[in-house]
């Protein structure tokens, strides 16, 4: 084994590891989004969260995490689509926002 073949192993690695973790976070977006348009009363469209941006930003305690936002679309009367964003920083929800929205 050579010193290239350990590279592109832990690459690899690396890589899937972070895909993994990746996959966490985003069902931790999910459920967020989901509980809260629950508690909105109003339906969650598509049943999925979209990346839609990813920064470097240091928490409360100074440590540099991963900051993530992810949108996803509702819906008040079922007639139209309406866009929400969460956002994240590490595992932890910062916030949850609504587009403004029709009320029946």
């Not at 969650?44 to 936002?69: A, C, I, P, T, Y």
């Amino acid at each position: 084994m050579q010193l290239s073949d350990l590279l592109i192993l832990t690459l690899i690695l690396f890589t899937g590891t972070y895909w993994w973790h990746a996959l966490g976070i985003k069902e931790i977006a999910f459920d967020a989004s989901k509980v809260y348009c629950e508690k909105m009363d109003v339906q969650m469209l598509d049943d999925s969260v979209e990346l839609r941006g990813l920064w470097f930003k240091k928490d409360q305690h100074n440590k540099l995490k991963l900051w993530r936002s992810y949108f996803f679309e509702f819906s008040s009367m079922g007639d139209q689509r309406y866009k929400g964003r969460v956002i994240l920083l590490g595992s932890q929800v910062l916030s949850i926002e609504l587009e403004p929205y029709r009320i029946s």
